[in-house]
């Protein structure tokens, strides 16, 4: 996950270097997918995409033409900042459970201890980019929890995206009178992303 320095001098151009290069990364060359290092690549990298071209984009939409001005304010970045930790690592178990149940039913992959350690392996990677302790370890915990229910059988075929399209709607730093208004547009944007990942994904597994 890119991060951003909550720098005011700098803020304008790094938030726009992330943001365009997030955009740019979903157009590059795509790669196989042969073993659990690819996977785990593309599990980072596509969560990563997905939570901040759909954050973005909504405030974007949200606050018109003059939504960069909005950088300035120093409070409002934080918002940002932990907005962008905590849907991506929902994103990230989405889209693990999701590939994982997939391979498990067309593929016939049964090792699913490698849940665990994708996820792990990702956010222990995240702490040097500054993703914060706390949101790291309500993250475990919640993907635990989650583990513990998870039917890998069926997993894929109902909303697998459903829990980072909530947590985008949840954690975007729109008034909530406004956010009410734009419940259906914002979880939709976000389940229509990963529609487009999961045909790249069936995509890349096939050999």
Known sequence: MLKYK???????????????????????????????????LFIQTKSAWVSQVTLYNYLKTRMGTKWVLHFDDEIFLASINKAKWNIYSIALQ??????????????????????????DEILTKETKNEMPEEIILQAKEKFKERLEKIDWNTYYKSWPFNESALTLYKWAPVAEELKILDRKIVLNSMILKWENIEKEFKELIKI
Not at 23 to 36: D, H
Not at 95 to 108: A, E, G, I
Not at 111 to 119: E, L, Q, V, W
């Open 6 to 40: 909550l720098k005011i001098k700098d803020i304008k151009l790094e938030d726009f270097r992330v943001y365009l290069f997030a955009l740019f990364k979903g157009v590059l060359p795509k790669k196989k997918i042969k073993n659990i290092e690819d996977l785990t």
């Open 94 to 119: 989405d889209l693990t459970f999701y590939s994982l149940s997939y391979l498990n039913v067309f593929c016939n992959y049964k090792d699913m201890s490698k849940a665990n350690k994708i996820y």
